[in-house]
């Protein structure tokens, strides 16, 4: 039985029919990161201030990190669980039932190729970041890779949970797009690195996004690595996945 | 060994009682029809039969197997083909039949299936473009890509026109030379009497008849002077009674 690789070689099939979907997991956080570097003024000022950490950085730089943080939230929360979403509401996944394949299987099919997915739309924003806008390369590209294959892995499983149950895509589209929000606040989209006030930067470290954001920010310019952000991932992660798989609906 | 034993089925949902007492006995290699008017707990009873809801009481073997305790050999040897399921739009039949042979350690060969389905030519289709009943053509195939040994086709022809129908019901003749026990719910009359080699009638969520056609016929007490009665008569006076007894 080759179930997996089947059902990931058919999502895969099915994806690269859908250019929305390939635009938003493969090119979004590029085009992110080119309209705020290209159209919004004084994003390449060095920043200055009191903070060593983030003095000599410009406010671009302190973007990229963002910018992932943004692409891991939209495909994780909003592309991944509506794409179940759908298969729900049109009965798929009861068609799906009726097999020997089980929940694992099918959540995990997505849940791998949503990972590749964001690692390459990850890679191609970097690349074109670096070259295009002349962004600072990570200090240490492992600790980053490492840093956000975690995060992918934490955010995936908070996707799976709304996958999980979900009854519509539009369903899913809006409690995903409700969390990407609040998400997106406190991993600082709007408030970059040292411009988020101090007790609110603290409480944000604790939640899914914000660890992922502190942690990949720290990693990406050599900062000393606080190991609180990344226990916080680990933490999320393992119940997230496990009442995912138990509470998964069929129909 | 029967295909199916199926005794004092009872399913709740909240208060609603969708199966009262149901209790059915299908034999292998037969067509076997459920017959009943809707809401009658037709679809509850193949969906305890196939795993995909536990029953609050009764007993059911499916070749041997408690739906209960051996779902996973269960889904190897029972194809479900659901009253109305979608696939994604741009996926097109092969590559349906293809993901789902997957599923099966031992699968039924696509080519040849596509062929008994008639949906060769359309192998490159995608399923948003199908007609209705191409897509209810590749939803039999997709209940026989596993080689069950028992069949479950709910509203198997709902919604296609008399050729249509025509069609699906050869390729019923056809599996069921194959040695495939099926089990057809229907609420067309003309269907299970052309079809089934059995049936039983559910209403209001018991079993109040079962037996071959003509067995039907004659438990209905329908005098067949000069004409004589079709399976619908006999069903519908079967429920009538039915409803004069509950009344009573």
């Known amino acids: 039985m080759n179930a997996l690789p089947a059902l990931i070689r058919s999502e895969a099939t099915l994806l690269s029919r859908n250019p929305t979907a390939i635009f938003m997991a493969l090119l979004f956080p590029t085009a992110l990161l080119l309209l705020q570097g290209l ?47 759908g298969y729900r509401e049109k009965g798929v996944l009861r068609r799906l039932a009726t097999t020997p394949v089980g929940p694992q299987r099918v959540l995990i099919a997505q849940v791998i190729l949503s990972g590749v997915s964001l690692v390459l739309g990850a890679a191609i924003a970097v690349v074109a970041a670096v070259m295009l806008l002349d962004a600072q390369a990570p200090r240490s590209v492992f600790l ?10 934490q955010m995936l499983c908070l996707g799976s949970l709304i996958a999980a149950r979900a009854s519509t895509a539009q369903n899913a589209n809006g409690i995903g797009m409700v969390i990407f929000f609040v998400c997106l606040f406190t991993a600082g989209v709007w408030t970059p690195g040292p411009l988020m006030a101090e007790p609110l930067r603290q409480i944000s470290g604790y939640t899914p996004l914000g660890a992922a954001s502190q942690s990949l920010t720290a990693a990406w310019y050599g900062q000393p690595m606080s190991l609180i952000p990344i226990a916080v991932m680990v933490i999320w992660t393992v119940p997230l996945l496990f009442i995912a798989i138990r509470t998964f609906r069929w129909r | 060994m029967p295909a199916i034993r199926i005794q004092n089925l009872r399913k709740t949902f909240g208060k609603h009682v969708a199966v009262g007492d149901v209790d059915l006995n299908v034999a292998q290699g037969e067509i076997f029809g459920i017959l009943g008017p809707n809401g009658a707990g037709k679809t509850t009873t193949v969906e305890c ?27 190897h040897t029972v194809g479900y083909q659901l009253q109305s399921s979608e696939l994604p739009n741009e996926m097109r039949v092969g590559e349906a039949l293809q993901l789902f042979a997957a599923f099966y350690p031992n699968p039924a060969d696509i080519d040849e299936l596509l062929e008994t389905v008639g949906l060769r030519a359309h192998r490159k289709k995608a399923f948003s473009s199908l007609s209705g009943g191409q897509k209810q053509r590749l939803s039999i195939a997709l209940a026989l890509v596993g080689n069950p040994r028992i069949a479950v086709l709910d509203e198997l022809t709902t919604g296609l026109d008399p050729q249509g129908r025509r069609d699906v019901w050869e390729l019923i003749e056809n599996v069921r030379e194959t040695g495939v026990t099926i089990v057809l719910v229907t609420h067309f009359l003309d269907e299970a009497e052309a079809l089934c080699d059995r049936l039983a009638i559910i209403d209001h969520g018991h079993t109040i008849a079962e037996g071959t056609p003509s067995e039907l016929i004659e438990a209905s007490g329908l005098p067949s002077n000069e004409r004589r009665p079709s399976l619908e008569d006999a069903y519908l006076a079967i429920i009538h009674n039915n409803e004069l007894l509950r009344a009573a």
């Open chain 1, 39 to 85: 159209v919004i003024p004084g994003t390449d000022e060095v920043l200055g201030g009191d903070d060593p950490a983030f003095a000599q950085l410009r406010a671009i730089d302190l973007f990229i990190p963002i910018a992932l943080t943004v692409a891991l939230g939209s495909v994780t929360l909003t592309n991944f669980p509506s794409a179940i979403g």
């Open chain 1, 144 to 153: 980053v890779i490492g840093v956000f294959a975690l995060a992918a892995v």
């Open chain 2, 49 to 75: 039969l196939t795993g995909m809801i536990r029953p609050d009481r009764g007993e059911i073997r499916v070749l041997g197997l408690d739906p209960a305790t051996d779902l996973s050999a269960l889904r």
